[in-house]
């Protein structure tokens, strides 16, 4: 269990309204990610950061924004909804593979069901 | 081509049997490659780590052929507790690329 949270777990929403997806952890790992999952296309990732303040796009970074203010959170906005934003969302972390520092691995977060109406 | 391709299934097999799963990945310089596990409508979670040398986990042996660019799983003794969907996941550049999975149905 990596520690990791996301809130809300279920959300449906109409098409232009904002929508704030968070992503908790409790292990102060620094690097943190959002993917989407959608069927044929696997996990996608969206944005990622490498602490607090620093961020960076994925593949799929259109439409959507992130903010990480504290090393626990990591914030998904999606700043004005759209059917094809209808998926599934994870946040993972990324911590060091048991008895290496140059070895990482990603844990993942329970997901948010988002459907865009 | 996709980054990471897998078939996917679904494998049907009866409970004790063997069965294996391959991926091939693209970009010849991905570094470390992994097997999730994903349950329907849960999150994946990591099943093993790949090693150059392949490593073995109980029932679960992964296997790296890194001049063919593919990976497998080996699964033996499958149980009904088996049945998921597997990712295979290999990293590009800074980031990882995830397969779309293959589903195994293991039946009494």
């Known amino acids: 269990d990596a520690g990791i949270t996301q809130s809300p777990r279920h959300k449906v929403t109409e098409t232009g309204t904002p929508v704030t997806l968070r992503c908790h952890q409790t292990?102060?790992?620094?690097?943190m990610y959002w993917y989407r999952q959608d069927p044929g296309h696997g996990l996608r990732l969206i944005h990622y950061?490498?602490?607090?303040?620093?961020?960076d796009k994925g593949e799929v970074s259109d439409g959507y924004s992130v903010s990480r203010s504290k090393t626990e959170d990591f914030l998904l906005t999606l700043e004005s909804a759209t059917s094809s934003q209808t998926s599934v969302y994870f946040c993972?972390?990324?911590?060091?593979?048991?008895?290496?520092?140059?070895?990482?691995?990603?844990?993942f977060g329970p997901g948010t069901r988002l459907t865009v109406t | 081509r996709k980054e990471v391709e897998q078939d996917p299934g679904p494998f049907n097999v009866p409970e004790g049997a063997t069965v294996a799963f391959n991926c091939t990945y693209s970009?010849?310089?991905?570094?470390?490659f992994f097997w999730y596990r994903q349950d329907c409508r849960k999150e994946p979670k990591l099943l093993m780590s790949?090693?150059?040398s392949g490593n073995e986990d109980g029932r679960f042996t992964a296997q790296l052929n890194r001049a063919s660019q593919y990976i497998s799983l080996l699964i033996r003794d499958s149980k009904l507790s088996d049945s998921a969907t597997y990712l295979c996941?290999?990293?590009?550049?800074?980031?990882?690329?995830f397969g779309t999975g293959t589903r195994l149905l293991v039946s009494p």
């Open positions: 970009n010849s310089a991905s570094q470390s």
């Open positions: 996941v290999v990293t590009g550049f800074q980031k990882l690329v």
């Open positions: 790949v090693y150059s």
């Open positions: 993972a972390i990324s911590r060091p593979r048991l008895g290496t520092a140059s070895s990482y691995e990603q844990y």
């Open positions: 292990e102060n790992h620094r690097y």
């Open positions: 950061s490498y602490g607090v303040k620093d961020t």
